[in-house]
């Protein structure tokens, strides 16, 4: 849009006589006005600009010198705000609340503010804190009392990277829209216009504490688009522009009081391999600079028109005021408006950025996913007007070249360099409820508890520019509050009450929510009654890993040191181990059990075997010889080694870097087997493509996952027969060494998936649900080879018998229930009893009862999951505070083998904390015997790896044995600090 102002503006076309006379009246008394500016800025020149008098003042000269004025205003908010007594997002007739004895984290303080007392929640904002004077009080009606009990209390968090509503879930063609495929440079976009209020992960996410959110365009382009704060609080107008916080004055055109100061805008960009689709990072670069160069070549007309106008040159002023609706959000960018969020990984890019943003003079706020961004902290501090924030994934790395340096101890390393660290989910790249997680996991690694709640609050409300009333709780700010079940920083810490801008959110106000009522009311906090709960966890320290890895440029060497001589472990606090029956984990010992003052544990190992274990003077014999190793574990424990399922590992370095990996499955349902192959159905080994010494591989094993079931392509549901899977020792140096297989052919894996939404239009060939089970019902039914001498053949027709197990990969129900209906049919047939296992099996607590009878064992992949696509999105069973069971209890009620997988190689190494999530949120129905048997015991019975024990004498001892320092397998305290191998006689200490 531009200004007409000379009355010559449109000489084509004559006003009418009435409106010229009008016109002129109006004309004189704008001249009248201005003559007062006019003559004030005549004395402030120098004598000799005479002509100055002469000049022709335009029409809408008044609006072009506010227009003038509003540039060189600062973002942030109108004044008075913060003694606001109402807030702008205040809904009429939200009742107040006061929390009553809460123990409230403030997050100022860089996150190390707590203050005892009370907090009420009025007209959308924090009215009081800590004391809450009676007077307050009084004039309120219906006032909520909640009482907390003492329990914590924080803002609501606020995720800084997420894709919620772009990237709708479940996955559909039409609510997945997160990048235009119309070029590299798109500033003029916004997310807001494609966010789609009925995503069903938008309700989860508050499940998990978030209130606000940085909806994010991208990243495919180089700039993908404009991005917006938002509430996730349903609006009354049920309207995603209600959702936005403190929305830019321009977002729906409508005229604005010029002289309120600019909200702040946010901008996504992005750099490296993501924008390949338009070229080599050069490319990128150039589009880059290229971009910037137009917005500021825009920036200098008007701060010259701005000039000339403000000491009134006006005749020397050349058309309209200078702009342009295309690149103005850049121009913004230029002007200080706009917090920039730009994904980069790798040195070479950020450094990249850095540089722009000091070709340009521009600030970028927040750089995210920045895996190497802990490698150059002197680079970020170069950064052009001021050092940015880094927003990290607490641990999913590795998965692509340019993550593949990133690391665990990240957070913790930029915080030491005086770098503002931020959490994020990246939701769906990881699940937006679990945003908390995230932080969780960086204070497991060393992020002190302050920063580390700081990074998932008040850091990233910083970021965005709204920490004037987000992200603190703080008189005056907004009403965004979350009473939660434990310590936030404890391991499945759950919402109790979240409240967004004053109104109850959780627990859920039915109707209107698909969780209001699903199985009676939620108790939240279950099994959490001992007051440890409420206490900071202790944490490992890890200095000595964070210095090498930094030292090593991200890629520390990976090998622990091995021992074939005696390890006596003291200061054992429990010892798990596998009953007699075999059927079950027990604990063997444990000293809260004894209750032995002044005893320890000890646990004596030699040539990789238990000698001795026992409490007090059990092992005393063992404990005198001074030249043996010696390990305190601190009150650790020792217990059955894990096992990784459902992730590929071992069979890739790099998920996105194919040529690392084993290539592409050939597919019998579209014919591309090849014929010299001699398999009709192209049944592959997975042993076959096994790497050894992968990173992921080896961390999982440090970790004290020690074994993993890998299948060929894991990734992708689009190939029906992903063939046999196999079993392996993770931290074994190639297949030959000893003990390295554990067990070449495991299971015989197929996939039942409707086709993927985002297999747009279905170029690509997608086999239908109904051809995926006839050809399964063939094959089992022997129709296929009946000799057997194919692959294919051979080993449907093993699985038919119940010789292999058959793991079908599947997560809707009704695809379950075929599949039980088809196991009758073939064992009636053959008269055998096949063992078939769900994988995935998103959706089994549905058929929990069915799934039971039919004998059929489950293995929950990822075991928290979303409601991803349409396969599985009837997650139902999501756990407090929405529902009180989850589909694993569910499962177990009704006596299903479950067990749990990762699905990411890189969460591998986290296997330990899946598990205590499932005991968390299990609400004590779990123990932790059961928890830990779900990703060791189960696995072995369900996938059938009955090779683990086989040559053990010492029967419930066998298998690889992990020695845990500073508390329990399941437990934020503790590390892994040793594998005991039977079968490689050593101890690794890691
Ligand atoms: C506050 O909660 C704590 C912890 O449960 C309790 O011990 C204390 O008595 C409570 N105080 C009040 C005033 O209710
Ligand atoms: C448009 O924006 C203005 C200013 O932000 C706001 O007051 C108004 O309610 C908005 N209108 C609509 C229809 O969203």
């Known amino acids: ?69 509003m540039l060189k205003m600062a973002p942030g908010p109108p004044a008075g705000f913060r003694e606001r007594k109402e807030s702008d997002r205040y809904e009429p007739g939200t009742k107040p609340t006061l929390i009553r004895n809460a123990t409230i984290w403030t997050g100022a303080r860089d996150g190390t503010e707590v203050i005892y007392g009370d907090v009420l929640l009025d007209k959308g904002i924090i009215k009081a804190l800590g004391y809450v004077p009676s007077q307050l009080l009084d004039g309120l009606k219906e006032t909520d009392v909640v009482d907390a009990d003492g329990a914590w209390v924080t ?146 007309a008007q701060d010259a028109y701005c000039e000339k106008a403000e000491i009134g040159l006006w005749e020397s002023l050349d058309g309209p005021f200078p702009e342009s609706f295309q690149w103005e959000a850049l121009v913004d960018v230029l002007r200080g408006r706009v917090k920039i969020s730009n994904h980069c990984y790798e040195v070479v890019d950020i450094d990249a950025l850095v540089r722009l943003s000091n070709e340009f003079k521009f600030y970028i706020a927040s750089f995210h996913h920045a895996a190497e961004a802990y490698l150059i902290p002197d680079v970020l501090k170069k950064m052009w007007g001021g050092i940015p924030s880094v927003a990290l994934f607490a641990s999913l790395y590795r998965n692509k070249r340019e993550s593949f340096r990133g690391s665990v101890f990240a957070p913790r390393v930029l915080a030491d360099n005086g770098i503002p660290v931020i959490m994020k989910t990246d939701h769906p790249a990881t699940n937006g409820r679990e945003l908390l997680y995230q932080a969780q996991q960086a ?65 859920i106000p039915a109707p209107g929510s698909q969780y209001a009522d699903g199985d009676g009311e939620v108790l939240v906090g279950r099994g959490k009654d001992d007051p440890e709960w409420r206490e900071l966890p202790e944490v490992p320290n890890w200095k000595r890993e964070m210095k090498r890895t930094v030292e090593w440029e991200g890629l520390p060497p990976l090998q622990g040191e091995e021992t074939e001589g005696r390890v006596i472990f003291r200061n054992v606090s429990e010892m798990m181990v596998r009953s007699r029956d075999g059927e079950a984990l027990e604990t063997r010992f444990s000293m809260q059990a004894t209750k032995a003052g002044g005893d320890e544990g000890v646990v004596v190992i030699e040539k990789g075997r238990v000698q001795c274990a026992g409490v007090g003077v059990a092992c005393a014999a063992f404990v005198t010889n001074t030249r043996d190793r010696v390990v305190d574990l601190r009150g650790g424990v ?126 690509q060939s997608a086999t239908s649900v109904s051809t995926q089970i006839a050809v399964l019902r063939r094959l089992l039914l ?115 083998l479950v067990g749990l997988g990762v699905n990411d190689a890189s969460y591998a190494m986290h296997t330990r904390l899946d598990l205590a999530w499932a005991a968390v949120d299990a609400g004590g ?66």
């Open 443 to 507: 204070y497991y690694y060393g992020l002190p508890a302050g920063l580390a709640l700081a990074s998932v609050t008040s850091a990233p409300a910083h970021a965005a520019g709204l920490d004037h009333r987000i992200g603190v709780l703080r008189e005056g700010f907004d009403a965004d509050v979350v009473l939660w079940d434990s310590h936030p920083l404890r391991l499945g810490a759950t919402p109790k009450r979240v409240w967004i801008d004053g109104t109850v959110q959780i627990p």
């Open 1 to 69: 849009m531009s200004d007409k102002w000379t009355p010559q503006a449109n000489p084509f076309a004559p006003p009418p006589r009435q409106r010229q006379s009008r016109r002129r009246k109006l004309l004189l008394l704008c001249f009248a006005a201005l003559a007062l500016v006019l003559l004030t800025n005549f004395f402030n020149l120098p004598a000799s600009d005479e002509h100055v008098r002469a000049q022709r003042v335009p029409i809408h000269a008044q609006r072009i010198l506010a227009q003038c004025a």
């Open 638 to 763: 020792l217990a059955p080694a894990l096992i990784s399922f459902g992730a590929p590992v071992g069979l890739e370095e790099i998920q996105y870097e194919y040529s690392t990996g084993d290539g592409v499955l050939y597919d019998a349902f579209t014919n591309t087997v090849p014929p010299i192959l001699g398999d009709v159905g192209g049944v592959m080994h997975a042993s076959d493509a096994l790497q050894f010494q992968t990173r992921n591989a080896l961390l999982a094993y440090q970790a004290g996952v020690t074994v993993a079931t890998s299948f060929l392509q894991a990734h992708f549901a689009d190939r029906v027969i992903p063939g046999l899977s196999t079993t392996f020792r993770t931290g074994s140096k190639h297949a030959l060494a000893p003990g390295a297989i554990i067990q070449p052919v495991s299971a015989l894996h197929y996939s039942i998936h409707r086709p993927s939404a985002l297999n747009l239009l279905g170029q």
């Open 782 to 896: 022997g129709k296929e080879d009946v000799e057997g001498r194919t692959e294919t053949g051979k080993w449907f027709g093993k699985a038919a018998e119940g010789d292999v197990p058959l793991v079908v990969h599947v997560s809707d129900a009704d695809a379950m229930a075929r599949l039980l209906m088809i196991k009758r049919e073939v064992e009636s047939m053959r008269g055998t009893s096949m063992r078939m296992v769900f994988a995935g099996a998103t959706e089994a607590h549905l058929l929990a009862k069915e799934i039971g009878h039919a004998n059929v064992g489950a293995i929950l992949s990822p075991s928290r999951p979303m409601p991803m696509t349409w396969d599985d999105h009837r997650i139902s069973l999501p756990g407090p505070p929405l529902t009180n069971d989850t589909a694993i209890v569910k499962l177990l009620e009704q006596k299903v």
């Open 155 to 300: 803002a609501g968090l606020v995720d800084l990277h997420s894709h919620l509503g772009i990237y709708g879930l479940p996955e559909l063609r039409g609510t997945f829209e997160l990048n235009s495929p119309n070029g590299p440079i798109l500033p003029w976009l916004r997310s807001i216009d494609a966010f789609h209020t009925h995503d069903e992960s938008v309700e989860l996410a508050i499940a998990g504490g978030v209130t606000s959110v940085q909806i994010l365009p991208g990243s495919s382009n180089a700039i993908a688009g404009q991005a917006f704060m938002l509430k996730l609080r349903k609006p009354s107008d049920r309207s995603a522009s209600s959702m936005v916080i403190e929305p830019p004055h321009s977002l729906n055109g409508t005229e604005f009081d010029s002289s309120a100061p600019p909200r702040w805008r946010h901008l996504k960009q992005a750099c490296g391999e993501n924008i390949d689709r338009y070229g080599t990072r050069m490319d990128t670069a150039w589009s880059f600079r290229s971009a910037y160069n137009e917005a500021r070549k825009i920036k200098l």
């Open 925 to 990: 129905r779990i123990s932790n015997e059961q928890a830990m048997a779900m990703a060791s015991l189960n696995l072995e019975r369900l996938l059938g790896i009955d090779s683990l024990w086989a040559t053990e004498q010492d029967e419930d001892v066998g298998g690889d044995i992990v020695a845990y320092e500073g508390g329990g397998a399941l437990d934020m305290r503790s590390k892994v600090v040793a594998v005991i191998s039977s079968r490689k006689s050593t101890v690794d200490l890691v």
